[in-house]
């Protein structure tokens, strides 16, 4: 065999998951006699080192946190929670390793088996693209003998979670624009992928509906992407098709400043014509005017991440499954001031 011999090359001369070699390595769950004997088998014949070097197995203490991200040219939530995470890592006393690629039911296998050869005592999922993560893979990430946590996306009940409450937010958003005398407000997203963009779009119907206001589909948006050019035509059809909308809830706020150009550029004026509130707080207070928006707590969701993984290394072996659910705030600025 060329190379050194991986996590999964001892699973499939096994003939075993790589759960259950990861069970064995890390002395951590029930492994079959027969099992065990064919996994020790295996890291002999291939000589397999791994996490461990000693002939029981036993893993070295670690303090290496694997981060599993994937990147985005237009977004920028996902390196910022994933520069947070370091930064509470480290003030916890751990490394971070980052693996850079999007995680789905397909991928995790294989980023679990990369991540486990680094010799990590915890990994962070920050972006599963499925809705869900399906049993096989639940099993994998509750047997591979380090606590995960899942941030954000694909909530797990089984699983360590750190969410955002995204749909409180957007909540927020819109029913700052209604209370501050706005009458016809609308939503720009993102693509509708997943649970999170589901809550936000559920957030802006819930405050309207308070308002006795139909939340048609006239009202909501639905952008190509993510990017800052496909909020600016869909603006283009909105106004197009009138009336003028005189309240914008922004899906970030790369599409709240998106939104803040247009009307700049059609003598629209802010917020004395349109109001705009953006989401995550990252570019708002930059804008002209400085835009309202909803500030997404990240460095509470890193802190509360590296916190659960802290804690179940030394819990002595006891797990449980903790979610920690976090709420944004709305900050409001000049671009949303009261008629």
Known sequence: MKGNPTLNDVAEMADVSIATVSRV???????????RLKIEAAITKLGYRGRSSNKTFKRKKSRLIAIITSTSRVHTFLPRLTYALSIAANQAGYFTLGIHRSADNETLPELVNLALENNICGMVF????????????????????????????????????????????????????????????????????????QDRLDGFRQALLEKNISADNGRIHICNSMAREDCYMELEKIFKRGPAPDGVVAWSDVFGIAAMQYFNRHKIKVPEDVAVVG????????????????????????????????????SGGEFFARTVALTPKLIVRESSRIK
Do not use: W
């Open 126 to 197: 920050t972006d599963f693209k499925d809705i869900s993560v399906n049993p096989q893979n639940i099993d994998i990430l509750l047997h591979c003998g380090v606590p995960v946590v899942l941030v954000e996306r694909a909530v797990c009940s089984e699983l360590n979670s750190v969410k955002i409450d995204t749909r409180q937010g957007v909540y927020m958003a819109a029913r700052h624009l209604l209370d501050s005398g706005r009458k016809n407000i609308i939503y720009i997203s993102a693509p509708i992928s997943g649970t999170v963009e």
């Open 279 to 314: 989401y995550d707080d990252f570019l708002a207070s930059h804008a002209v005017p400085p835009m309202s928006s909803v500030k997404s707590p990240l460095e509470d969701m890193a802190a509360a991440a590296i916190n659960i993984i802290h804690e179940n290394n030394h």
């Open 25 to 35: 390595l890390n002395q951590n769950g029930y492994v079959s006699s027969e099992n």
